[in-house]
């Protein structure tokens, strides 16, 4: 069993950045390829990004790409979520979560064995 705690969220303005990490605890992270989604409200929850247990592939969403970087730590468990250049319609409740299958048809889906609890990202325009 993994459990998964998102930090970092909060306020920003639009045009800046914020730094989202998430902690595993429970089990090691190295054997699982993280993802992080979103959902915004009234909307539902899409990926964002995905890393793979090595590290080597990553994936974004196109309303992402150039502005976020995901990244991982496994020898200190953690995953990161580096966000710039923000906008508006970034705002939303972020989640890591981690996939032990390693298929990226499933991640994409947003099929994964564990979720954290989210954090809330809010960027004013």
């Known amino acids: 069993q993994v459990q998964l705690v998102e930090s970092g969220g909060g306020l920003a303005q639009a045009g800046g950045s914020l730094r989202l990490s998430c902690a595993a605890s429970g089990s090691t992270l190295s054997g699982y390829t993280m993802g992080w989604f979103r959902q915004a409200p009234g909307k539902e929850r899409e990926f964002v990004a995905g890393?793979?247990?090595?590290?080597?592939?990553?994936r974004y969403a196109d309303s992402v790409k150039g502005r976020f970087t995901i990244s991982r730590e496994n020898a200190k468990n953690t995953v990161h979520l580096q966000m710039n250049s923000l906008k508006a319609e970034d705002t939303a409740v972020y989640y890591c979560?981690?996939?032990?299958?390693?298929?990226?048809?499933?991640?994409?889906?947003?099929?994964?064995?564990?979720w954290g609890k989210g954090t809330l990202v809010t960027v004013s325009s």
């Open positions: 890393i793979s247990w090595s590290g080597v592939d990553t």
């Open positions: 979560a981690a996939d032990g299958g390693h298929r990226w048809y499933e991640i994409l889906s947003g099929v994964m064995d564990y």
